[in-house]
């Protein structure tokens, strides 16, 4: 039997078509094609038509891969820019003529629950962990244990396309524009209402992205960025590189989708923040607490979470 998660987020569609072997889920296909269906949602609380179209034009070519692959049970969530943007009913039911099911729009608690069972697995962590997932409208933190699961979470207004449309206007960024958004993603962190504990697993495109192009890895690999760990400098340095840049190279290099090139500088700080964030928790004397923070990074996130779901007949 074959399953398939959707995952529609802010700025990207992801598709996992699995079955399982053995006792473990094996991806059959994989896909990622970025809509951007969060665009102007930050500002208008509405979709944006072209956005709409992009997604629609997605779902209807992820709905012909389902069906060419005999897909049995199929499940697909909404994410952030569902969940803040007027349009959503119409939305959901094109999509549905797509699909074949309806997509159902998770709260952040939820999205945040998926995202650490499906970040997780294939990386054999134990003991505490947790997992950030920087999407386009939003960042979900989540701690808990990798053997018990969950233990709590808070989904954060900052994500790479909100703070890009909030405070980007130059090409490179000024200073000034970071620092703005570096503010916004420290003033959401400070308001989690728990603080980061064991290892570090960040989980989405921007974390991939920047392992991929901190290590070079072309053509993209899942297998060399999953289990992946970078240090704090490694970050630091892969985001200065690319803030450093105007648009026009970023959307030149072999590493970064080019659809991703204009978000990848605030999604990056985003990530560089939660990493300090994760440095300031750890108590005094801990070993390495500047720039030993060590970033395990995830391939996976809410779609393995859902086929996870659909494996084990749970509700979805």
């Not at 399953?3 to 991806?27: H, Q, Y």
């Not at 909030?166 to 962190?189: C, G, I, M, N």
């Not at 992205?209 to 704090?232: E, K």
Request: some cysteine.
């Amino acid at each position: 039997m074959r399953f398939a998660a959707i995952d529609i987020g802010t700025n990207s569609v992801l598709l996992l078509i699995a079955e399982p072997r053995g006792g473990e889920l094996v991806p059959i296909l994989e896909r990622a094609t970025i809509t951007r269906l969060g665009q102007g949602v930050d500002a208008t609380r509405a979709l944006a038509p072209e956005a709409v179209t992009r997604t629609l034009d997605c779902l209807a070519a992820y709905g012909e891969a389902m069906r060419a692959a005999g897909v049995s049970r199929v499940a697909a969530v909404g994410t952030s820019a569902m969940r803040d943007a007027r349009g959503g009913d119409a939305f959901r039911a094109e999509a549905k003529a797509r699909l074949g099911v309806e997509p159902r729009v998770v709260s952040g608690r939820e999205e945040a629950e998926l995202t650490f069972e499906g970040a997780l697995s294939g990386l054999g962590l134990s003991g505490p962990v947790t997992v950030f997932d920087v999407g386009g409208g939003s960042t979900e933190i989540v701690t808990g244990d990798a053997a018990s699961g969950l233990a709590r979470a808070t989904s954060l207004d900052i994500g790479s396309v909100r703070l890009t449309e909030r405070h980007v206007k130059s090409d490179p960024p000024t200073a000034a524009e970071l620092e703005a958004v570096r503010a916004d993603v420290r003033a959401a962190l400070s308001s989690a209402g728990f603080p980061p504990s064991g290892a570090l697993v960040g989980v989405a495109g921007t974390v991939t992205t920047l392992a991929a192009y901190a290590r070079d890895v072309f053509p993209y690999d899942a297998s060399r960025v999953h289990g992946a760990r970078m240090s704090r400098d490694e970050v630091v340095s892969a985001v200065g590189s690319l803030a450093a840049m105007r648009l026009e190279a970023r959307r030149g290099l072999r590493t970064v989708k080019p659809e991703r090139a204009d978000v990848i500088v605030a999604g990056g700080v985003i990530v560089e923040e939660v990493l300090a964030w994760a440095a300031e928790a750890r108590p005094l004397g801990t070993p390495g607490v500047d720039s030993s923070v060590e970033l395990v990074v995830s391939d996976r996130g809410v779609r393995w979470g859902l086929a996870r779901r659909l494996a084990e007949g749970r509700e979805v």
